[in-house]
C-alpha cells in the first residue's frame, strides 16, 4: 500500500473536520501539521479493528497509539504530530496494512471511525461521510497492491 498516497488523499477527505482540534477563535490558523495528523489517526483509527499495531515494533507501536490518544483527547495533538519519528511510525503502519480489506473489515473499520470522529466532535453526518471516504481510500489502495504483488 502506498502509504504516502493515501494520506494524501486522507487530508483531502479530512478537509474542515480538523477544526474540531482547535476553539473557534483559532480554526483559521490549522498548521499542516494538524491536518496530516487528522488525516493521519483516521487512517489509523480505520484500520485498527483489523491491524494490530503491536507488530510494528515497540517504538512504532507507542508513537502510533500515541497519536491516537492525543487526538482523543485532544491533548497535546500539534505537539505529538511534531514528535520525531510519528510520522516514520504512521508510514510504517499504512505500509503494513493487509493487501485485501475485505467488506467485513471495511465495516468494522467504518464503526470504528464514525465512532471515534463522533467521540472528539465531529457530527454524526459528518463522521459518516467522513469514514467512507476513509474507508473508499483505504480498500481501493489496499486491492491496488495486492494487484501488484501477484
Given at each position: ?33 494538524v491536518?496530516w ?10 484500520v485498527?479493528?483489523?491491524f ?27 505537539e ?28 468494522k ?25 476513509i ?16
Amino acid at each position: 500500500m502506498d502509504a504516502e498516497e493515501l494520506l494524501t488523499q486522507a487530508k483531502r477527505a479530512v478537509g474542515q473536520n480538523a477544526y474540531v482540534m482547535y476553539p473557534p477563535t483559532k480554526r483559521p490558523l490549522i498548521p499542516e501539521a494538524v491536518v496530516w495528523g487528522f488525516a493521519s489517526a483516521c487512517l489509523l483509527e480505520f484500520v485498527k479493528p483489523f491491524f494490530d499495531f503491536k507488530g510494528l515494533g515497540e517504538v512504532a507501536n507507542k508513537h502510533v497509539t500515541g497519536l491516537l490518544q492525543a487526538w482523543r483527547d485532544k491533548a497535546s495533538f500539534e505537539e505529538h504530530c511534531r514528535t520525531e519519528g510519528v510520522d516514520a511510525a504512521v508510514l510504517a503502519a499504512l505500509e503494513a496494512v493487509p493487501n485485501n480489506v475485505t467488506s467485513d473489515q471495511s465495516k468494522k473499520g467504518v464503526e470504528n471511525l464514525t465512532s471515534a470522529l463522533k467521540q472528539i466532535g465531529v457530527n454524526e453526518q459528518d463522521a459518516a461521510v467522513l469514514a467512507d471516504k476513509i474507508k473508499n481510500a483505504v480498500a481501493p489502495a489496499a486491492n491496488t497492491a495486492a494487484a501488484k504483488k501477484s
